[in-house]
């Protein structure tokens, strides 16, 4: 049983630390270090969710023109490549090359990636303005202005420019917190806890202004506009600051050999001193390799034992997180933002046409409903809402998961240290389960939202918005604001989830594996979106959003994290994972040896 884990793994020390010297006890270098990571991370985001955050409209428009199914699952396939190749970069950086260097690596793959997606936007500008109807309209098959040549190619760029920037992405994401970390870790669990805080605060001031700035932009002047600005001012800047901490760093050097081969050593060892001796009766395998010195056979060492059990129990975690990561995915893709565009903007200059639909009481009816089939471009042209007569769009509506991010993630430690002065101690397992039931809540509002805008279409009918160059038949007095209540959750339980995550994957990790349970987190998101992605491309519920039951899905979504978040509760309270304790960062003498400081 775990119920006993309550003491840190190792006490906190006060004062000076043993194993740092005079000059970096005063410590302005490694803050230095911290701060030029932090900031790089901060415009690497920027340059990564100016193209996540707007593709699900670049692709949807003239001359593309994919449909919304096409385009979520491309959503989905960009999220999830980048989140599984993670665990590639993080083997790679531990095993045979430094981490910096590999961070640089990343950096040039995005250089490349930007440039394609670049130059195959402005070359889809220049096509689309060569025809005077590039509108699309929903409802309507979208047919491209290109010959079906021309089409295939541009896809199939896109795609593979898509494919560069996710491999990028994963390379600098896995890589970034542990080298971060690294620079303030000799200085204790504290430091490293408010590293990987500022570092998640970051990356959300980062979206925050990819969505409220980028995305305007894009949508005013064009993707090819957007994304050269990204390229060059947000990755340059990026890559510029990493650059100019590089003499400010602590450089860890690779293992040069395989370290996962540690991990399958310690386990082979484990089964054959339990198969050799079989008067030993243990519940867990692992425990075999700690009779190394008392029996035959055993062949490892006690470091070697333990680090195995910590990516062990880091690997049960992450497998334990994937549910929370296939719900997500769902508000970090498009479905939120789908259900965004058929909600009134508000503020409209001028007053919309609304088209009552007949004989409709109950919005079960809408499943019936011919209205997804039967409207025609002069009913669009009739009267419309435009994205440019409104402040609000669905892109930016997404900002308020980033603004109540960055508003409350800074007090986050502070409430904890107040509830645990009040007897009340906030272990990892309890912050990862708030987490879950929150984002179960989140799921649950934008259920209840999408049946009342559901009932409202019923009701009164639908109305024309035209956003991003394309129409959307949308919920007349259904204000796109009530959203806010959805991302504000959202936002709490990343605070809660993966914040946390995040902290417990670094803390957990030996220091020479810290790349492979980096990957390891960053993967398990990677699966759950693929899942996600299964889940939508099944039960379709991107298309006839109008006429569909994307409540019902919300609701199924909700309960299925309910359930999920029980097993997970009870399984941090009967296995040994590590989440009932007070994790203390310990810094074994010999981590001090394998440092080489460039400074």
């Given at each position: ?32 270090a ?13 340059a ?5 955050g ?24 960009f ?30 793959l ?6 394609l997606?670049?130059?195959m ?9 060569r ?32 494919f ?9 994401k896995?890589?970034?917190p ?11 669990v504290t ?18 202004i ?6 305007m ?22 890559f ?24 399958f ?24 390799s ?22 062990c129990?880091?690997f049960?975690v ?6 929370y ?8 893709g498009?479905?939120?933002q789908?259900?965004g ?17 007949t ?7 809408l499943?019936n ?14 009267g419309y ?5 409104s ?7 997404a ?8 508003v409350?993630?800074?007090f ?42 559901l ?7 639908v109305?024309v ?17 009530w959203q ?10 990343e ?42 491309s ?7 959003i ?14 299925f ?15 040994h994972?590590?989440?009932h ?19």
């Amino acid at each position: 049983m775990a119920d006993n884990e309550t003491t840190p793994l190792m006490a906190q020390t006060s004062g000076r630390h043993p194993y740092v010297d005079e000059d970096e006890q005063k410590g302005p270098k490694r803050i230095a270090a911290a701060f030029f990571v932090i900031a790089a991370e901060t415009f690497e985001r920027l340059a990564w969710y100016s193209v996540s955050g707007t593709l699900f409209a670049y692709l949807t428009k003239q001359p593309l023109c994919l449909s919304d199914s096409h385009a979520s699952a491309v959503q989905f396939m960009f999220n999830a490549v980048t989140y599984t190749c993670c665990l590639l970069g993080g083997v790679i950086s531990d095993s045979y090359i430094s981490r910096h260097v590999t961070i640089i690596i990343g950096y040039i793959l995005y250089y490349l990636g930007y440039i394609l997606l670049g130059i195959m936007s402005k070359y889809d500008d220049m096509k689309d303005s060569r025809n005077s109807s590039s509108n699309t309209y929903e409802g309507i098959k979208c047919e491209s202005n290109v010959s079906d040549g021309d089409w295939r190619l541009s896809v199939s760029l896109i795609v593979f420019a898509l494919f560069i920037i996710s491999m990028a992405a994963a390379i600098v994401k896995t890589n970034l917190p542990p080298f971060g970390a690294q620079q303030v870790r000799m200085y204790g669990v504290t430091h490293s806890r408010r590293f990987m805080t500022w570092y998640f605060w970051g990356i959300n001031l980062g979206a925050l202004i990819a969505y409220s700035g980028f995305s305007m932009l894009e949508e005013r002047r064009s993707f090819a506009f957007g994304y050269l600005i990204a390229f060059s001012v947000s990755l340059s800047l990026s890559f510029l600051l990493f650059l100019l901490g590089m003499k400010l760093y602590i450089k860890r050097l690779p293992e040069s050999r395989f370290v996962v081969k540690d991990i399958f050593k310690v386990i082979c060892n484990a089964q054959k001193v339990k198969r050799d001796n079989p008067d030993i009766k243990e519940e867990w395998l692992l425990e075999y390799s700690n009779m190394a010195k008392g029996y035959p056979g055993a062949e490892c060492t006690f470091q070697e034992i333990r680090d195995t059990k910590n990516i062990c129990q880091i690997f049960k975690v992450v497998l334990l997180m994937i549910p929370y990561w296939i719900c997500y995915s769902h508000i970090i893709g498009n479905i939120y933002q789908l259900q965004g565009l058929h909600m009134s903007l508000g503020f409209p200059l001028r007053q919309p046409t609304i088209f009552p639909i007949t004989n409709c009481t109950s919005r079960w009816q809408l499943l019936n409903s011919t209205l997804c089939d039967s409207v025609t471009n002069a009913t669009y042209l009739e009267g419309y809402t435009s994205s440019k007569d409104s402040p609000i769009t669905a892109a930016v509506l997404a900002i308020f998961d980033n603004i109540f991010i960055l508003v409350f993630l800074p007090f986050a430690h502070t409430f904890y240290k107040c509830l645990t002065a009040r007897n009340f101690v906030i272990y990892t397992y309890r912050r990862l389960v708030t987490g879950m039931i929150i984002a179960s809540l989140s799921i649950l509002a934008a259920g209840a939202i999408e049946t009342v805008r559901l009932q409202n279409i019923c009701e009164l009918g639908v109305q024309v918005q035209f956003i991003d160059f394309t129409y959307y038949l949308a919920a007349p007095s259904l204000n796109i604001l009530w959203q806010t209540i959805q991302y504000c959750l959202a936002g709490a339980s990343e605070i809660l989830f993966t914040a946390t995550g995040l902290e417990y994957a670094y803390i957990k990790s030996p220091v020479h594996m810290q790349g492979l349970s980096m990957g390891l987190f960053w993967f398990s998101i990677g699966i759950g979106n693929f899942i996600g992605l299964a889940l939508t491309s099944i039960f379709q519920v991107t298309n006839r959003i109008n006429c569909g039951f994307l409540d019902v899905y919300f609701y199924a979504l909700a309960f299925f994290l309910g359930i999920c978040t029980f097993i997970f509760y009870k399984c941090s309270t009967y296995f040994h994972l590590g989440l009932h304790r007070m994790i203390i960062l310990p810094l074994p003498p010999e981590e001090r040896q394998v440092f080489s400081t460039n400074s």
